[in-house]
């Protein structure tokens, strides 16, 4: 229900057309909903800090997924900061309730080394 109420937001202040508006209320419809509280949200990573392999598998409850920022090597949050993902947006989009699949799924370099990020909810 926010997400239609945003796009009549944006016909409002005229930021989109009647026509833009339709196919974006359409997406919204055929777009899967969340299955309920039984979803997890699964994160891997990666990385090196300070040199050392830095491997985390975290596998969340939908319900807890407040608790993700807790279990993040810094070096892992410093690389989805610079990716530009912003880690309290991501889970407030997972409390609004997400379809399944990746969010966000980054490869990238830190310091010479390798750091890879999927964060997904299955």
Do not use: C, W
Not at 95 to 120: C, D, M, S
Request: charged letters at 30%; hydrophobic letters at 45%.
């Amino acid at each position: 229900m926010e997400d239609r109420r945003r796009v009549l937001e944006m016909v409002r202040s005229g930021e989109i057309g009647v026509e833009e508006a339709l196919a974006l209320l359409e997406a919204l419809e055929a777009r899967p909903k969340a299955k309920g509280p039984f979803q997890v949200l699964k994160v891997r990573i990666n990385a090196y800090e300070e040199g050392k392999p830095v491997r985390v598998n975290v596998n969340l409850p939908l319900a807890l997924a407040e608790l993700l920022e807790a279990f993040l090597p810094q070096e892992a949050k410093a690389t989805l900061a610079g990716k530009g993902v912003n880690l309290k947006d991501l889970l407030q989009v997972v409390r609004e309730g997400v379809p399944e699949g990746k969010l966000v799924e980054i490869a990238a370099e830190e310091e010479g080394h390798p750091v890879q990020i999927l964060v997904e909810v299955a």
